[in-house]
């Protein structure tokens, strides 16, 4: 049972700094009480992809769960573990 988290950032953004501990955070926290042990997390950065670029380059940082935007510019970790836990994984899918 897989959940894919995905980060959308920049390299030198304090903002995507702040975002990326909030999802470690809540990652390492929903393992140790063996909640989500599935859970993936990817980082892309707009200045490798274009598509990526023109879509979220006002937005970033941007938090996607199984590919649907959850949010931006800042990341409410109980908001992020309520997602988490109520995702349909991507196999159920």
């Known amino acids: 049972m897989t959940v894919a988290i995905t980060l959308i950032g920049k390299p030198d953004c304090h903002l ?9 955070g809540v990652l390492t926290d929903l393992r140790g009480r063996g909640e989500t ?18 879509r979220y380059w006002e937005m970033i940082p941007v938090v996607l769960v199984n590919g649907r935007q959850h949010c ?6 109980d908001r992020l573990t309520n997602a988490i836990l109520s995702t349909t994984p991507l196999e159920d899918r």
Do not use: F, G
């Open 37 to 54: 042990a599935d859970t993936t997390l990817e980082e892309l950065s707009i200045t490798d992809d274009e598509s990526l670029r023109e």
């Open 16 to 24: 995507c700094d702040d975002a990326r501990a909030v999802v470690d």
């Open 72 to 77: 931006y510019w800042r990341v409410d970790a």
